[in-house]
């Protein structure tokens, strides 16, 4: 099966700052990547996604990026905000939405 | 309105007990699921069902029985509760069993077994 590994457990930044989180998985058949977002008591929410056709995929301050060679993607926040503070998991799916999620990343942005 | 509820939010009980948690998603999607997340905040499928059809059933103890009594509701039955099924249990929601169709999730229920 596919195994999804994501780095760094723990990141913390200063206000303003950008942030960059990392996913690798196994599995040369996964086409489409998710990023989740989950806020302290709340479920995961879906902040950005990108498919294996596309290298690069942009929202606002959020930026995804996929390299299928290395089969590794990353999640990019710029000019963080305190309320960015939240655990971030990546993904990976291919097919019958069954995905695979990371570890996740516990951003903390100081203000 | 919440697009996918789950009921109790909070769940303490006995090791041995037979409990239930509920989901309900009010956005019209074919497809439901359930996860689990750990203490290090591992998410987990477990099962998924589309249209009221299982059709994903991981590695899952067989204390665990999902049940879907229409599209809008999956339904996680334990039985013979253990320690290490003490987690946050999360039902999630999508449009259509297909490739990359956005997951709802529900606010999560947080199992203690004592």
């Known amino acids: 099966g596919e195994n999804v590994e994501q780095h760094p457990s723990t990141l913390s930044v200063q206000e303003g700052d950008s942030a960059v989180i990392k996913c690798t998985y196994s599995d040369s058949a996964s086409n489409y990547f998710p990023w989740y977002k989950q806020e302290l008591g709340k479920g995961p929410q879906l902040i950005i996604d990108?498919?294996?056709?596309?290298g690069e995929k942009k929202d606002q301050r959020i930026a995804v990026t996929l390299n299928k060679t290395a089969k590794h993607f990353s999640l990019h926040i710029t000019e963080t905000q305190p309320e960015d503070s939240a655990v971030y998991f990546c993904a990976a799916s291919k097919g019958f939405n069954k995905f695979y999620f990371g570890s996740g990343t516990k951003l903390n942005v100081k203000p | 309105d919440t697009a996918v509820s789950q009921t109790p939010k909070y769940l303490v009980t006995q090791m041995g007990n037979d409990k239930s948690i509920k989901c309900e998603q009010n956005l019209g999607h074919d497809t439901m699921y359930w996860y689990k997340q750990d203490s290090k905040k591992f998410l987990k499928i477990m099962f998924s069902y589309n249209n009221k059809e299982l059709i994903i059933n991981e590695t899952v103890p067989n204390r665990f029985s999902p049940k879907s009594p229409d599209k809008a509701h999956l339904n996680l039955h334990i039985n013979s509760l253990e320690l290490g099924d003490s987690a946050v249990y999360f039902c999630a929601s999508s449009q259509v069993a297909g490739l990359g169709d956005t997951q709802y999730f529900g606010p999560g229920t947080r199992l203690t077994v004592l």
């Open positions: 990108i498919r294996s056709n596309v």
